[in-house]
Structure formats: structure tokens, C-alpha cells
């Protein structure tokens, strides 16, 4: 990298997002991504292997009608697509299936009225949903509690519990039924949800619509994280639908939410009843994680052989009252830069381009799920697994009595 030309602070961008080190003052927006950097900056016979240590295999870019691309021009908001090949089989037809992933900045202010808020995030999905049909997208998957701020920092209760609806007949429902239907897209919703049948209760849930309009099922977060300003607990519980996994007419499906994916056997578990592609809805600050974000996504789909969908939402979102991260710092009134950065992930290793980490984007993957089983028979993790020793073992680990296996030096 060209030092004179990009100067320190580029440099220290690129090394933190690549190898995770500090990089002081490096909180907010600042580069578009890792990729467009590298792009810029190394020369093109050198940038064909950087990307391949980087990346994995090349993708080939899938091409977009020209009003697909001209309505995201016009909407502002960024279109990317890639193919994630797999060989010809002689006796399995390729299964061809093209996921959406939408990140996305909230509309209006955490202070706006929650009908409006909640309203206009209806309207900006719908118009990206739209751009994703004529894109051929099958299964279109938005970022976590998508229908409002990521208020949890704040510990308050009011307004942000009014956000939450029911999953199964919440108006977020209803609306993305419709658009499942309009579209014959299979829909993965990630809202606060509501339980009334159980005393009012809420929980972090994604809401799995089949193209059919029908509600499918809905998957609660398994992870709730205490960790900086997400103070998540304050609001819900560890979610109680285990590692359900949805049959759609895309392929099986299952939805690892946001800090699941910290949890090797959270994503195990999903791939165990199944799951072909494991979408990974976040909402994630760069302070925190953003040297983890390329490897957990990408490092589940090479172990569990499948695809996997990680998917982030963007900007700074600033709340009325300041709050404190219990850390002796002064008390601030936003959670920190959330930095998009969207990717899929093979289980080959190979990954798209993440989006932008400052702009609202769809990213569409022609997936072909004949990869799973011919990388599960190149590797053979499922074989070679052992499951029946760390099933003892974690039996054993988990009872009050159990004794770590340590040899000392007598
Ligand atoms: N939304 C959420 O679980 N965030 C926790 C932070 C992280 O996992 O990066």
C-alpha cells in the first residue's frame, strides 16, 4: 500500500480490519470497505493473490437487469451479486438458489413518533425488496430487530418496547407475508417480538414467512449478549426454539441470530438438524467486532459445510438520554458506528465482497447447494467428527462435580 498517497490513517484501517490490532480514533465511517482499499491500492497481478489468501476462490459478479441497478441507483442503495459455484454432478441437478441480504441505516430519529419509525422502515424495505425481485432473489433476509434503533443500549423501557408485534400476527408479519406472496420469495424477518400467549412476553425472534405468504415458524435468539452497550437482558431471555431449521422450497434454512454467532455450537447445532444456509441477522458496532465479522460467519460455513449469510446494519443511531457503558467513561448518547459490511459465505472457504460499511445495500448470491455435499465429502468434518466423545465429555463437563483432565508435574 501506497503510504504517500493514503497516508497513516488509511494504513492503520486496513491493518486493524485485516488482523484486528488497535487503531486509535478509527470508530466511525471513515473507508467503504476492506475490499474497495485493497482495490484501490494494490496493483492488479498482486490483487489476484492477496484476494485468494483473503477470499478464496474468485466469484463471478452476476449481472442485473438495468432497471434492477438503475432503482437501486435512484433509491440509494448499493447492489451487489456474486455466483457461488459448485461442480456438475451426473446424477443431482444443480440446486440453484439466490438469497438477499439487506442492511440497512434506520429512517427517521429514535425520537420520532414509533408508528412513524416503524412505518417508514416498511417503506424503505419494501422499495429494496422490490429491487431484490428483479434481481431473481428466492429467500431475502433482513438485519436484526430491523423494524427499529438498536435502543437496548439505553436500559430504558419506554418507547422501545412498544416495537415489539407478535410473530405470527404482528403488522411486520402481515407486511412481510405480502411481500412474500407478491414475490414468491421465502422472507427471514428478525423483529422484537411480542408473546401474549405467554403473559406478554418479549424475545429477539426471526419470523421465517415461506413463499407461499404463510408463516412458517419463527426462530428466537439463543445468545444474549453481555458485552458493551448491549444490554439486551434487560429486554428478554435466552430464546426456547432450540436449533429449528425451516424446509422451504430454497432449501433448508435456520437463522443463528447476531451473538450466536460467537457460539461454534450454536451454528453446529443448525447444521446437525440440517440447515443448508444459516443466515447470521446482527446489529454490531466496529469498536467491538469488526476484526471478528469476516472470520465467525465464514469460519462456520467451512466447518458445518454450508452456506452461511452475515448481515449487518449500518450508521450511527443517536438517543435521547445518555447512558453509561460501566466503564468509568463518560456517559454518551449513541451505541458507536454500525458497520454493515454484509457477506455470504461458502463452504469451500470462498466469500463475496461485503457491502459497504456506510451505505444501505442488497447483496444477492446465486447459491448453488450442491457445494455442501461435495466439500462434506472432500473434508468429511461430518465423518471425522468424533461427535460421540465430545457428547460424553460435554456431558461430563456440564455436572457440578466434573474435574478438569489436567497432568501436573508431581
Ligand atoms: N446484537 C448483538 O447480539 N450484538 C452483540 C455484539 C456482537 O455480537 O457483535
Not at 414468491?184 to 426471526?206: F, Q, Y
Request: proline share 4%.
Amino acid at each position: 500500500i501506497d503510504r504517500d498517497t493514503t497516508g497513516k490513517l488509511l494504513e492503520r484501517s486496513v491493518f486493524r480490519a485485516l488482523f484486528g490490532r488497535d487503531c486509535r480514533h478509527m470508530s466511525a465511517a471513515q473507508f467503504e470497505s476492506l475490499e474497495s482499499i485493497l482495490e484501490k491500492h494494490i496493483p492488479p497481478e498482486e490483487l489476484k493473490e492477496v484476494r485468494r489468501r483473503l477470499f478464496g476462490k474468485e466469484l463471478k459478479k452476476l449481472e442485473f437487469p438495468s432497471d434492477a441497478i438503475e432503482a437501486a441507483k435512484e433509491r440509494d442503495f448499493e447492489l451487489q451479486g456474486y455466483v457461488l459455484e459448485a461442480a456438475l454432478e451426473q446424477l443431482r441437478k444443480p440446486f440453484i438458489v439466490r438469497v438477499g441480504l439487506v442492511q440497512n441505516k434506520i429512517v427517521h430519529p429514535t425520537d420520532a413518533p414509533v408508528i412513524d419509525q416503524i412505518t417508514a422502515l416498511h417503506r424503505r424495505i419494501g422499495e429494496i425488496v422490490e429491487v431484490a425481485s428483479m434481481c431473481g432473489v428466492n429467500i431475502v433476509c433482513f438485519q436484526e430487530a430491523w423494524t427499529m434503533p438498536f435502543a437496548f443500549c439505553t436500559r430504558e423501557k419506554a418507547p422501545w418496547t412498544e416495537f415489539a408485534e407478535s410473530a405470527e400476527e404482528g403488522h411486520t408479519t402481515r407486511f412481510c407475508q405480502e411481500l412474500a406472496k407478491k414475490y414468491n420469495m421465502v422472507v427471514v424477518s428478525p423483529i422484537l417480538e411480542r408473546d401474549d400467549i405467554h403473559g406478554g412476553t418479549l424475545w429477539n425472534t426471526a419470523v421465517v414467512v415461506s413463499n407461499s405468504g404463510n408463516v412458517l415458524g419463527k426462530s428466537r435468539k439463543n445468545h444474549i449478549p453481555r458485552v458493551g452497550d448491549f444490554n439486551e437482558s434487560t429486554y428478554y431471555m435466552e430464546g426456547n426454539t432450540g436449533h429449528r431449521v425451516f424446509q422451504t422450497q430454497y432449501g433448508r434454512i435456520a437463522v443463528n441470530i447476531c451473538y450466536g454467532r460467537h457460539h461454534p455450537l450454536n451454528w453446529f447445532m443448525y447444521s446437525m438438524n440440517g440447515a443448508e444456509i444459516i443466515f447470521n441477522p446482527s446489529a454490531t458496532v466496529g469498536e467491538l467486532s469488526e476484526p471478528m465479522w469476516p472470520i465467525e460467519a465464514r469460519n462456520a460455513a467451512i466447518a458445518n459445510h454450508c452456506f452461511t449469510c452475515a448481515i449487518n446494519r449500518v450508521g450511527t443511531e443517536h438517543f435521547k438520554n445518555e447512558f453509561t457503558s460501566g466503564d468509568g467513561k463518560k456517559a454518551h448518547s449513541d451505541f458507536g458506528y454500525f458497520y454493515g459490511s454484509s457477506y455470504v459465505a461458502a463452504p469451500d472457504g470462498s466469500c463475496t465482497p461485503g457491502l459497504s460499511r456506510t451505505q444501505d445495500g442488497l447483496l444477492v448470491a446465486e447459491l448453488d447447494l450442491n457445494l455442501n455435499r461435495q466439500i462434506s465429502d472432500k473434508w468429511s468434518f461430518k465423518m471425522t467428527g468424533r461427535y460421540d466423545m465430545y457428547a460424553e465429555l460435554l456431558h461430563k463437563a456440564v455436572q457440578p462435580d466434573f474435574k478438569p483432565d489436567i497432568v501436573k508435574e508431581s
